[in-house]
């Protein structure tokens, strides 16, 4: 795609603006500037969706208001509040990254995208996404809405648009002056087109299918956690976890036997004499 002109920077510029003047969204996570319940906020987007989000945003926040609770809270606790959410290692790194902040940053969330990489379950967008929406930083990064508004304005005509393509054009309309702004109103701008066009995100290069939640093995782990979280201190055996639920007896001795020693080594278990149970 050749450099785009400035007047086509400009008139995309104005549709994104005029939207969000007339469809902003209101949503917890805009309304603070806390670095640490920005955090939370981005790591609970990842893979999940804004109506999914909100409510666990303000529950997981009245569990854990601050990130010194939250490094002080047993991983059980912080895997409690997170049910429903999905994808139970966000939960475990957000858990891990308190820890981190607290003890090698005195409770302060980093400031540059370099040292936010270095904790645990961020990676460049998320960093970048801190910095813009807790600090103000002008920086370019690109997530699914991001993707999705520019493809629609800037390749139409195209598929297969690798995000390598599209960072050039995240830089030449970044508002420098309102970085947050913006980045809400692209947010706004991309989520509108989901619901209104042919999803342009699927013209990405990057663009996947997720797979089915049901019959997957990540059912059966999230079935085993909670479980255990019901279980509280007791704990339960392999046979125990087998006769609580057919879905796990479905998938048979072997396999459960694996995912348990899976949620051991990644630190969401502790074993002892075949009895399993949350780690504290």
């Known amino acids: 795609m050749p450099p785009a002109s400035p007047e ?25 500037r806390d670095a640490y319940r920005i955090v939370v906020s981005e790591i609970m987007l990842q893979q999940t969706q804004v109506p999914r989000v909100v409510p666990k945003y303000g ?14 809270a047993d991983i059980g606790a912080v895997l409690a509040v997170w049910q429903g959410l999905g994808y139970n290692r966000r939960a475990l790194a957000l858990h891990r990254l308190a820890g981190v902040v607290v003890s090698e940053h005195a409770g302060v969330i980093p400031h540059s995208v370099e040292e936010l990489q270095r904790l645990p379950g961020i990676g460049y967008a ?5 910095c813009v929406y807790a600090y103000e930083q002008p920086l370019a990064f690109i997530e699914t809405n991001v993707r999705t508004a520019f493809i629609h304005f800037f390749f139409q005509e195209c598929s297969r648009v690798s995000d390598a393509e599209l960072l050039p054009l995240v830089e030449l309309t970044l508002d420098r002056e309102r970085p947050r702004d913006w980045y809400y109103a692209l947010m706004d701008y991309g989520a509108r087109l989901k619901k209104t066009e042919p999803n342009p995100g699927r013209r990405s290069a990057h663009h996947t299918v997720q797979s089915p939640f049901a019959g997957s093995r990540r059912q059966a782990r999230a079935l085993v956690l909670r479980l255990l979280l019901q279980a509280c201190t007791g704990g339960l055996s392999l046979d125990q976890l087998l006769a609580a639920d057919e879905t796990l007896a479905t998938r048979g001795r072997h396999e459960v036997a694996t995912i348990l020693s899976t949620l051991v080594a990644e630190g969401f278990l502790t074993s002892e004499k075949g009895c399993f149970r949350v780690a504290s």
């Open 8 to 32: 086509a920077v400009e008139v995309f510029r104005s549709e994104v603006w005029r939207h969000y003047e007339e469809h902003a969204r209101d949503l917890p996570w805009r309304r603070t």
């Open 126 to 130: 998320t960093a970048a996404a801190v």
């Open 59 to 72: 529950e997981f926040l009245q569990a854990f208001p601050t990130v010194e609770f939250l490094a002080a």
